[in-house]
């Protein structure tokens, strides 16, 4: 069965630090990878994706991500982190119900960040 | 315009009652989506619709009934609402893998 692990509940870094997230998952084929986000208050919105080719994905409010086979991750990263980023963060994988798709989320990472 | 909308924003109501929450899109999307956060932000899907056809039915109480007036349209009502029916309920659509989702209805139950 298809699953996501994000192993970090909560993550504090500074204004300026570098981030990294982490996101484990279990799927039987390539998979489809997603991370979205959650600000305060809001819905969520998609920050960047995987389906195939260049294993290094840029997205949004510039995050990347990694998506590394041998390890089953897909880290979500970004160079130097702004007060905006705090937020929810959730890692998916595509998966497959009744010849339909759907998501599996992980169980988020909050982050914060110290001015 | 707002791609995936939900109505209301804030929903605040008396154990027992009946509510309705509705959902839109208007991103020609086949598929919609409802899912429930509960207080640990964590996001379980309750139930999805194809060409308004339910085709995912999580292990959801019957008290929840979706309904699909037609593919743009995904409304979720609620009876006899309980303390543990508190949470944020999303709407989402999609029509590959990726989903759009709406900004969410705050449900609290009193």
């Known amino acids: 069965a298809q699953s996501v692990t994000q192993p970090d509940i909560h993550i504090t870094v500074s204004e300026g630090a570098s981030l990294e997230l982490r996101c484990n998952y279990s799927y039987g084929a390539t998979p489809y990878l997603f991370w979205y986000v959650q600000s305060p208050g809001q819905g969520l919105q998609l920050l960047l994706k995987y389906f195939s080719g260049d294993t290094l994905v840029q997205g949004i409010k510039g995050f990347e991500a990694e998506f590394k086979r041998s390890q089953s991750s897909f880290n979500l990263r970004k160079p130097s982190v702004h007060w905006s980023d705090a937020a929810e963060y959730f890692c998916a994988v595509g998966g497959r119900s009744g010849g339909y798709n759907k998501l599996i989320f992980g169980a988020g990472t909050r982050l914060a960040v110290h001015p | 315009d707002t791609a995936v909308s939900q109505t209301p924003k804030y929903l605040v109501t008396q154990m027992g009652n009946d509510k309705s929450i509705k959902c839109e899109q208007n991103?020609?999307?086949?598929?919609m989506y409802w899912y429930k956060q509960d207080s640990k932000k964590f996001l379980k899907i309750m139930f999805s619709y194809n060409n308004k056809e339910l085709i995912i039915n999580e292990t959801v109480p019957n008290r929840f009934s979706p309904k699909s007036p037609d593919k743009a349209h995904l409304n979720l009502h609620i009876n006899s609402l309980e303390l543990g029916d508190s949470a944020v309920y999303f709407c989402?659509?999609?029509?590959?893998?990726?989903?759009?989702f709406g900004p969410g209805t705050r449900l609290t139950v009193l």
């Open positions: 991103l020609g999307h086949d598929t």
């Open positions: 989402a659509s999609s029509q590959t893998f990726e989903q759009f």
